[in-house]
């Protein structure tokens, strides 16, 4: 355990404040982002940002609503520490990008994500791999052809109206 013996009483209740405030503040923090709400695989956790309104709202219309959520898509399945790891990575580069107001108004596939997404389109459709090959070595990305898995990709301002939905209250 860490102790502060060697300090002038000055220096500890100036580090006892500055760790209550570090405590604090993060608490808050939690609290305002709905960080609990990530611990789960809730489609409506993704709704937490309003840049993700087009992608629920095509999700939500279309056929991958009623047999597949979010993660289903989005994060590794190989195991649980690699699920767990992706999510908590993605999770503070989403957090630092919203809370430094850096985030994209047209999302676009990380390099990242592009093979995990591929790999779960294929584990649950593979009774079509063969389908989706290309004659030569490269594999074709199965929104090469299925563009509408979440429609249209243009920017938050340009979003057609039917596909806004009414958003929760983001009250405290």
Not at 86 to 99: Q, R
Not at 142 to 167: F, K, M, Q, Y
């Amino acid at each position: 355990m860490l102790t502060l013996a060697g300090l002038s009483r000055g220096w500890r209740i100036t580090i006892c404040v500055l760790v209550g405030l570090a405590i604090g503040a993060s608490v808050v923090t939690a609290r305002l982002g709905n960080a609990a709400s990530y611990l789960s695989e809730s489609p409506e956790a993704c709704m937490n940002c309003h840049v993700m309104t087009d992608a629920y709202a095509s999700w939500q219309r279309g056929s991958h609503a009623k047999v597949a959520v979010c993660v289903d898509c989005h994060v590794p399945h190989s195991n649980v520490f690699s699920k767990l790891a992706f999510k908590g990575m993605d999770g503070v580069k989403h957090s630092y990008a919203f809370t430094v107001r850096s985030e994209p108004q047209v999302l676009r596939l990380s390099e990242g994500a592009v093979p995990i997404i591929q790999a779960n389109c294929l584990r649950c459709h593979s009774n079509y791999f063969d389908m989706i090959r290309l004659a030569g070595p490269e594999e074709r990305k199965c929104w090469d052809c299925h563009s509408n898995v979440h429609g249209e990709v243009h920017g938050l301002s340009a979003s057609p109206r039917p596909l806004r939905i009414t958003l929760p209250p983001a009250g405290l």
